[in-house]
């Protein structure tokens, strides 16, 4: 697993939990070091061993910390860029929508060797769309199902979304578009910072 991946763990569970939180995780874990490094390659089941101690430590089922960590790769300060990579996906939350087949290419071109599962965007109507997602080990689809929603929240789009598993360890998250222009969404300019 990237290192980058292992990072927002640690980041999510600092920013939002305190360190303390971070060294419990990390002592159930039992991995023999208590940081990540953002540039380094892990085995999955350090990953899956620190989400395990997320688990035990907040106390909440993975997929919930799972769809948090994605919630938080959006909406916290801390990690604007992913925001601002993400809202480059178009105008609106259906163009952001469309641009999700290209995302794991995108991530490539900025760090060669983060290997994302691969997205296919299926649309049945102008409301109604389903992301599938490729088999990961540590459920990324819960991690996109709280992206997902913080991006149309970002948007001001009204949304309602369903996760469900395919044979193989693929992952579908069911799309409703209810309302484009719900709420006016967070701004959002190319040339300057988001507020």
Avoid at 28 to 44: K, P, Q, R, V
Avoid at 93 to 110: C, K, T, V
Avoid at 123 to 148: K, P, R
Wanted: aromatic share 8%.
């Amino acid at each position: 697993m990237h290192g980058l991946i292992n990072t927002a763990l640690q980041s999510f569970t600092r920013d939002i939990y305190g360190d303390d939180a971070w060294a419990q995780v990390m002592n159930h874990a039992d991995l023999g070091f208590s940081e990540f490094e953002a540039m380094l390659i892990y085995e999955d089941e350090q990953t899956c061993a620190v989400l395990g101690g997320l688990e035990l430590v907040l106390r909440k089922p993975r997929e919930e910390v799972l769809e948090d960590i994605g919630t938080y790769l959006v909406s916290n300060p801390k990690v604007e860029s992913l925001r601002r990579l993400l809202r480059f996906g178009g105008v609106n939350f259906i163009e952001f929508l469309q641009s999700l087949d290209d995302l794991p290419g995108r991530a490539r071109l900025a760090v060669s060797d983060l290997d994302l599962p691969v997205m296919e965007l299926s649309e049945y109507s102008v409301e109604h769309y389903a992301l599938t997602l490729g088999a990961s080990s540590v459920g990324f689809g819960h991690v996109m199902l709280g992206l997902l929603r913080a991006m149309a929240d970002d948007y001001g789009a009204l949304v309602m979304m369903e996760y469900g598993e395919l044979a193989a360890g693929r992952e579908r998250i069911e799309i409703r578009l209810l309302e484009t222009d719900f709420t006016e969404g967070r701004s959002f300019h190319l040339g300057g910072k988001a507020g």
